[in-house]
């Protein structure tokens, strides 16, 4: 099957969650909102699974609205507080993911003003975020990012919001899981969660809410979720949530400390190829997360040679229309189109092995080398 390095894109489901799934797929049926015992039987269900979430980042369980992804818990945090507020600035980040940003410009173009937050060299947010102009609404900044897996400094733009009245979003989706995160004490007034990045199943995530800030649901229905998220609840994915948050609060040291130590010995290894630079070693990362270029050579160039070898890797750059475009993150970071179209990330998890890592750098190697020697016979 190969070796799968890319756990930021998504996370394998842990049998565990699955275990704890399949009654909801295949007995146990009932729609949480009958009164009959079916359906207060998955009402309990999902009580216990808001629990076990709310546990995960020290969030009360009503604090909790289940969604179907993260992508649909940072259009919630963005559209639903733009809702209740007069058209006006937000200011979200240079470096968010796709599903944060695409709601912001959709914003802009009903009239929001849209201010974006440099980052550094390193890809973190500059101290900028000190001048948010007054009349700002919404702020929203990523906990820690996707690709180059570096961490921000919420709790200080949290506090900076909070005392200039302004809303404060984070998209915490590759953080939860991976480090600790602790809704309450970092001051959020929103935090987004997607399951898939903390092996809970596709298609589950949830919006943590501090409930003072108003929210306008995208989508209305039946009163699900406090009237915020209308549908009849999806029970096996939330009831594969709460599972899978309860196990990475059990296991978060044990997760942290087994990536952490073979991203250590991978950059240790890359140091010997003087080809291949990594961004942001110098600045608090995920400890699974590792972005690097490799001169020479594109991205998409490595990851299907990687591919062809059995290892599966991101690229950094994105596709669209056909036309390979550099890493947003990477060029916010000032790192010039060549370098960025070379970049690919690695991302670590719970069932790789120091030997995956020792074959990962063989193939590498041998790929580099094999192309340096092509080109140098011309
Ligand atoms: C930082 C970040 N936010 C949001 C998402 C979207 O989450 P989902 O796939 O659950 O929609 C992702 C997924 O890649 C992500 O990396």
């Known amino acids: 099957m190969g070796i799968y390095l890319d756990y930021n894109a998504t996370t394998p489901l842990d049998p565990r969650v699955l275990e704890v799934m399949l009654p909801y797929l295949q007995t146990i049926h009932g729609n949480a909102s009958s009164v009959h015992h079916f359906g207060r039987r998955v009402r309990t269900a999902i009580d216990h699974a808001r629990e076990q979430v709310a546990n995960l980042v020290n969030a009360h369980p009503s604090n909790i609205i289940f969604t179907s992804s993260g992508t649909e818990a940072n259009n919630l945090a963005l559209k639903g507080t733009a809702c209740h507020a007069e058209v006006g600035r ?4 240079r470096i968010e993911h796709a599903s944060l940003y695409t709601p912001a410009l959709s914003l802009e173009r009903q009239g929001w003003i849209v201010d974006y937050l440099p980052v550094d060299n390193t890809g973190r947010v500059k101290q900028d975020y000190l001048t948010i102009p007054p009349d700002t609404r919404l702020v929203s900044v990523m906990t820690a990012n996707n690709e180059t897996g570096v961490i921000q400094p919420i709790a200080d733009i949290a506090e900076y919001c909070r005392t200039h009245n302004i809303v404060f979003h984070t998209d915490a989706s590759q953080a939860i899981g991976k480090i600790p995160v602790d809704f309450t004490a970092t001051g959020a007034n929103l935090m987004t969660l997607s399951g898939h990045k903390f092996y809970a199943p ?19 229905g039946g009163g699900q979720e406090k009237g915020l998220r209308g ?16 196990l990475a609060t059990d296991e978060l040291e044990k997760r942290q400390r087994h990536t952490r130590q073979l991203r ?7 140091h010997t190829l003087s080809s291949v630079n990594i961004f942001a070693e110098s600045v608090e990362r995920l400890p699974n997360t590792l972005m690097i270029s490799v001169a020479g050579f594109t991205g998409e160039t490595i990851l299907m040679g990687l591919d062809r070898l059995g290892f599966a890797v991101s690229s ?13 993150v990477l060029m916010a970071m000032g790192i010039d189109a060549t370098t960025a179209k070379s970049a690919i990330r690695i991302s670590l998890g719970n069932q790789n092995t120091p030997e995956d890592i020792q074959q990962f750098y063989q193939a590498l190697k041998q ?9 140098a016979l011309g």
Request: aromatic share 0%; charged share 20%; glycine share 8%.
């Open 90 to 93: 937000l200011m979200i980040s």
């Open 316 to 328: 950094g750059s994105a596709c669209h229309s056909e036309k390979t475009e550099p890493s947003h």
């Open 264 to 270: 250590d010995t991978l950059e240790t290894l890359l």
């Open 367 to 375: 790929q580099i080398e094999q192309t340096q020697l092509l080109m």
């Open 202 to 220: 596709l298609g589950s995530g949830a919006l943590i809410t501090d409930k003072t800030t108003l929210l306008e649901p995208l989508l209305h």
């Open 231 to 246: 549908g009849t609840e999806n029970v096996a994915a939330i009831v594969g949530l709460g599972k899978a948050a309860e």
